[in-house]
């Protein structure tokens, strides 16, 4: 060696002053990342002191998600403008981690609330029950083939993420369909209006609905959905016997669905029928 020997650490005195382990250090040696300074007769590597910066940067770029590559090039060309745009770079893609984890969260935590309230009033007898105002996100449902509905319903969660991001509106995974007043009333309960997904308050876009608040009739039917005529009949007869009026369109929750059964006859979803009272005749 061309150099004092003691100027220099030996590889697993280097490795330990770094804290990373030898594998660690001979990957970011394939990679280009580091060399040794000095290599002994004997084949041993020898690192400087000045190298333990190069392994402080290297642990710097990799902590804000930098790849190995981009640690590369920059060690090459460093500058502080390069720092600058590199750390912009990892804070854009750190605010969309942290969009992605809220939303997920907020899913999460409404899907939790859904599920509990479905499951305090969950009744397969029609019942009369009072609700708070409920807010709707809408796709308009147009008859088509399964693959025209499934798309129907991933243009109703895009809206949803949309939404999200620009008014911090929270929806749960159970999403829905709205049956229009006149069908109902007409005995039809098989045409889809709408596809829906309740969020958490109102905002100012045309897809948004608002229900009001008041009394609904509730049922949860449970099997195939192409058995819910049966249900709605008897909504129907409940709402004639209490001298009820319908006032507006159905909407149809899921409850039990294909992320909590894989069998169909345990499927179950509500079903609410705004009502008021029939006017009292003088």
């Known amino acids: ?22 594998n660690t250090l001979v990957w970011y040696q394939k990679k280009g990342l580091i060399k040794p300074k000095q ?30 590559e981009a640690c590369k090039d920059y060690m090459n060309n460093r500058s502080i403008n390069d720092f600058i745009d590199i750390l912009l770079e990892q804070q854009a893609q750190i605010q969309e981690k942290l969009y992605s984890f809220m939303y997920q969260k907020s899913v999460i935590d409404r899907t939790i609330m859904a599920y509990t309230a479905m499951k305090y009033r969950y009744n397969e007898n029609p019942n009369l029950i009072t609700l708070k105002p409920q807010y709707l996100l809408a796709e308009k449902y147009q008859e088509g083939t399964p693959i025209q509905h499934l798309e129907t319903l991933q243009e109703l969660f895009n809206l949803f ?6 008014y911090g509106v929270s929806s749960s995974m159970l999403n829905g369909v709205l049956i229009s007043k006149e069908d109902v009333s007409s005995h039809v309960f098989n045409k889809v209006s709408y596809l829906l997904l309740k969020i ?20 949860f039917h449970k099997g195939k959905i192409e058995e819910i005529s049966k249900t709605y009949e008897s909504m129907l007869d409940f709402i004639d016997k209490n001298n009820l009026l319908i006032d507006g369109d159905a909407i149809e929750s899921d409850f039990i669905n294909h992320l909590t059964s894989n069998n169909e006859d345990d499927f179950s979803r509500e079903i609410l029928i705004p009502v008021i009272s029939k006017p009292v005749r003088r």
């Open 1 to 22: 060696m061309n150099d004092d020997i003691n100027k220099y650490m030996t590889n697993k005195e280097f490795t330990d002053l770094c804290n990373i382990t030898k």
């Open 39 to 68: 290599i002994g007769e004997n084949g041993y590597h020898y690192y400087s002191s000045e190298q333990y910066f190069d392994i402080d940067l290297i642990k710097s770029l990799k902590w804000t998600d930098t790849s190995l």
């Open 161 to 166: 993420r949309r939404c999200y991001k620009t």
């Open 200 to 219: 958490s308050a109102s905002i100012p876009i045309e897809d948004c609905i608002t229900v009001r608040a008041g009394k609904f009739v509730s049922c």
